[in-house]
């Protein structure tokens, strides 16, 4: 058979494989079993050493106080110095299941409806996992004279901001050390086209609490001369932006990096319009754009943006007549290539200090923080995943950014040097990943097995 008979071959096998995965609650969140999550460890290194990866062991990255961080698998299949090194990266650690009730199959009951396996994790990111292992013995079986060595991370706490990723890869940087990584971790731009991603977006995230008073009040004994600290809230809030939504902080867009006329010329190739955008981001058909069609891409993956995720103030089903004490948000600033997250953390926190109103105590805290990333397209790395993808998918990729974040993406650069990073992955407009009712589309995922298969075999 040859290299696309062995993948379709496979791929019933592999379909089970994720479907067991997926049964393992693997949320990373703190609130959570960790047990679950090293037993997800536990079965990602069974399915690669029944793939016939022959050096397989899970590892932890040391953290503070005597704790250990969550379970990374870690493997290796060849050692050869005339060939490449290819380290492979996904995670095996999913995002909370979010509203059950708003699920139309359990989320952690694998259930495959219209050609979609709908399950927590299945797009994001263990068909990443599954793709990694089966390129591989696809390969092993059909030209194992073309097998690069291959190294793989598959990480347990990507979904709380990969913490210890850096460690881990310093720690163990001579068994990963590589020549070209494959983080499968993003996706395509439509179900069935292909894509290649060449640039991230960073992130902070601040969270803000202004309070007025030392306890609650009644409100309609003490309100009217008392300033609302929710209000206060909203003030901040609503400053850091204008009325379409671009950030309004002092010197947050100086920094910015605009893409370059090739990105650019990319980017007006998709052929972006406002009617798939609205469909495919279930957008209210009351509500504005604030981007034209044929800027979408520049506002969605090269111009920072501010999102509120979270604000509390008071309880929904519990409000009374009470004039609040205070009221607390978490406000989350995507970076773009150009901006340090360092910098802009001080310049959103100086400018929420000066549109606190009525003398408001405020208080600002942040997470770590990470940069945006690009990637240079012209590397020969980057165009052979390029044809890769058009023999796996049938149809010439697209080179896109991502809004998202993924820590991994710099940090594979900064310790084995700057190698070429290439994101894919199978992640679509369905897919609905982070939210209810995620899924994967199973004939992608055989496609990217067999790019990726390829992608192997011509390095």
Known sequence: MNLSETVQALCSQAITSLEELCRIPSVSFPDYDPAEVNRSAEAVASLLRETGFPEVKIVRNAMSAGKHGAPAVLAAWGHNPAKPTVLLYAHHDVQPEMRSALWMSPPFVPTIRNGRL????????????????????????????SMPNIRVIIEGEEEVGSPGLAELLNTHKEFLQCDVAIVADLGNFRTGEPALTASLRGMIALEVEVTALERSLHSGIWSGPIPDPVQGLCKIIAGLSDANGRPTVPGLLEAVIPPDATTLESYQSLGITEEAFRAESGLKPSVKLWSKPQDIPIAQWRLPSITVTTIEAGNRKRAGNVLLNSAYARVSVR????????????????????????????????????????????????????AALHVGYGKAPRIIGCGASIPGAPIFSQVFGEIPVLLTGLEDALANAHGENESLDLGDFQKAILAQAEFLRTL
């Open 335 to 386: 970076l773009v290539p150009g901006m340090q997250h360092e910098t802009v953390v001080q310049q959103v926190s100086k400018a929420m200090q000066a549109l606190c109103p009525w003398g408001l105590e405020i208080s600002i805290t942040h997470d770590e923080g990470a940069n945006a990333w690009v990637t240079e397209t012209s590397h020969p790395a980057f165009q052979k995943m390029l």
């Open 118 to 145: 709908f399950a927590r994790g299945a797009a994001d990111d263990k068909a990443g996992i599954l793709v990694h292992a089966i390129s591989c013995a696809a390969l092993q079986r059909v030209a194992p004279e």
